[in-house]
């Protein structure tokens, strides 16, 4: 799907939230004391193969460009998911801008799967994209092959906008499937249900 003018002409993207607090997750920027456990969850080929950016085998260096690559926000906001009250990290999740407008993203590590940590995330940065920025329009993606990805797209209220290719650094061109929420859907699904 190619971005239709409307949907990013004279958008901001500008986001400062340094923390988001979900009933139990604390999102909050990456930091060196993750770098340890970003690696344990990152460098895994299941993780890696349903992302565009992530490379593996995902090492120390490969975390500490991420950190740097996040601090200078170029190319959005990207925010650590951890555990509330014992800060154990569990993945990532962030707003990214790409050529179709504001795009959501989230990877967590394979031992946290199957526990709706996803969709909380993903439900506190729909919000705070829509609440923070002026955007008509929020997008996501997934590979055609991650049902559960899916999943949490569809419980954030996202349509189906088509398909498209992903340049993957681990799987090479890849089929995704694009969706997208407007403002005005979000508006109506503000009262988040719980799955």
Not at 63 to 88: D, H, N, P, Q, V
Not at 128 to 137: D, E, P
């Amino acid at each position: 799907m190619v971005a239709e003018a409307e949907d990013t002409d004279g958008e901001s993207y500008a986001i400062d939230c340094p923390v988001l607090v979900t009933e139990r997750l604390v999102l909050r920027a990456p930091r060196e004391s993750d770098i340890e456990q970003l690696v344990v969850l990152a460098d895994n080929r299941h993780v890696a193969e349903m992302l565009a950016r992530m490379p593996h085998p995902y090492g120390e260096a490969e975390a500490r460009a991420f950190l740097a690559m996040t601090a200078s926000r170029r190319a959005g906001i990207a925010y650590a998911l951890t555990l509330a009250g014992t800060e154990t990290f569990v993945g990532c999740a962030g707003l990214n801008t790409t050529d179709r407008g504001l795009e959501l993203g989230y990877w967590i590590g394979e031992p946290y799967w199957k526990r709706g940590y996803a969709t909380e995330a993903a439900h506190a940065l729909v919000d705070l994209a829509f609440q923070k920025t002026a955007i008509q329009v929020l997008h996501a993606s997934t590979r055609v092959i991650n049902p559960a990805s899916r999943r949490v797209i569809h419980k954030c209220g996202f349509q189906y906008a088509g398909q498209g290719m992903l340049n993957s650094i681990v799987a090479g061109q890849v089929p995704v499937e694009r969706y997208r929420l407007d403002r005005r859907t979000w508006t109506s699904l503000r009262n988040w249900v719980h799955f």
